[in-house]
């Protein structure tokens, strides 16, 4: 079993920045963030590979934000550049132990065994 907590959020101007940490309890192989607005469903973000060598952004994001890990403290990052009133959500990390590289599976959320409480983020316009 394997523990997520995420941290990091808050409330931000637009085109402000935040970083967005994940610290897991245990190893982890693909980490994922997701968000989810009010009335909407959770979507996908961003993945990274446990090498980190291999990434996955949404459309959304790409160019905007960051996705990164630190294996010797078992913490993953979200940094979050140019951030937009439509980025406003609750931020969701995510670990898939089953896989070690970012696969289009990885966009999916039922590839995902653990995840965190979350971690609100608010974009102010």
């Known amino acids: 079993q394997v523990q997520l907590v995420e941290s990091g959020g808050g409330l931000v101007q637009a085109r402000g920045s935040l970083r967005l940490s994940c610290a897991a309890s245990?190893?982890?192989?693909?980490m994922g963030w997701f968000r989810q607005a009010p009335g909407k469903e959770r979507e996908f973000v961003a993945a990274?590979?446990?090498?980190?060598?291999?990434?996955d952004y949404a459309d959304s994001v790409k160019g905007r934000f960051t996705i990164s890990r630190d294996n010797a403290k078992n913490t993953a990052y979200l940094q979050m550049n140019s951030l937009k009133p439509e980025d406003t959500a609750v931020y969701y990390c995510a670990a898939d132990n089953s896989r070690t590289s970012v696969s289009p599976d990885s966009r999916w959320l039922g590839s995902y065994k653990y995840w965190g409480q979350g971690t609100q983020v608010t974009v102010s316009s």
């Open positions: 245990g190893r982890t192989n693909v």
């Open positions: 990274i590979s446990w090498s980190g060598g291999s990434t």
